[in-house]
């Protein structure tokens, strides 16, 4: 059974620091390209940050220089440091796994979620 359970979250300061974590299990962690993704009340889904199978990493502009995104394959976790946070990153923060297999078979596995809330 796959499971990515999300925890860390919760209400920060503007210009604090959080980290949320992801634990995964069921599936081969280490194949799996991870994401963070986060949903603000009222906006669609976006994309935060991710890390590749080879430790590659990229990240939305607006957070880049502030969130780092990271793994241990060991432990089957993948976490998000977030410093410097700003009211308009509140949001739900959720962990996703995907797997590409060429030519056209995808695997895409998400959490259900985190909540993260800055404000004074």
């Known amino acids: 059974q796959v499971q990515l359970v999300e925890s860390g979250g919760g209400l920060v300061q503007p210009g604090g620091s959080l980290s949320i974590s992801c634990a995964a299990s069921g599936f081969t962690f280490s194949r799996y390209d991870m994401r963070w993704y986060r949903q603000a009340p009222g906006k669609e889904r976006e994309f935060v940050a991710a890390?590749?199978?080879?430790?590659?990493?990229n990240y939305k502009d607006s957070v880049k220089g502030r969130f780092t995104i990271s793994r241990d394959n060991a432990k089957n976790m993948v976490y998000l440091q977030m410093n410097s946070l700003k009211p308009e990153d509140t949001a739900v923060y959720y962990c996703?796994?995907?797997?590409?297999?060429?030519?056209?078979?995808?695997?895409?596995?998400w959490g259900q979620g985190t909540q993260v809330t800055v404000s004074s």
């Open positions: 996703n796994a995907y797997l590409f297999v060429w030519p056209k078979i995808s695997y895409d596995y």
């Open positions: 890390i590749s199978t080879g430790g590659i990493t």
